[in-house]
């Protein structure tokens, strides 16, 4: 069993940055992928970005390509999503995940998600 917790999410106008962090306790924390989804009122989840256990491979959604970036730290067991150039249409609650083995599949574990909001 995995618990995922996400933090730093806010308040930002367009145009700003934003960091998210999330910690995640449970076994074998290097083994599996990670990522990111967000959901805004009214629109399904949506997929931001996913790593690879190693850190090597990444991907990202249309939407944020070039803005964000993912990374992780296997010693500390953190995912963190770096948000530039903030959008107003980026506001949603971002969720993190975890996979049981890599991104191409389902999550199997989620976070309560953190709620972003970016003023115009």
């Known amino acids: 069993q995995r618990q995922l917790v996400e933090s730093g999410g806010g308040v930002v106008q367009a145009g700003g940055s934003l960091r998210l962090s999330c910690t995640v306790s449970?076994?074998?924390?290097?083994?599996?992928?990670l990522g990111w989804f967000r959901q805004a009122p009214g629109r399904e989840r949506e997929f931001v970005a996913g790593?690879?256990?190693?850190?090597?491979?990444?991907d990202y959604g249309d939407s944020v390509k070039g803005r964000f970036s993912i990374s992780r730290d296997n010693a500390k067991s953190t995912v963190s999503l770096q948000m530039n150039s903030l959008k107003v249409e980026d506001t949603a609650v971002y969720y993190c995940?975890?996979?049981?083995?890599?991104?191409?599949?389902?999550?199997?574990?989620w976070g309560q998600g953190t709620q972003v909001t970016v003023s115009s």
């Open positions: 790593i690879s256990w190693s850190g090597i491979s990444t």
């Open positions: 995940a975890a996979y049981n083995l890599g991104f191409d599949q389902a999550p199997a574990y």
């Open positions: 449970g076994p074998s924390f290097s083994t599996y992928a």
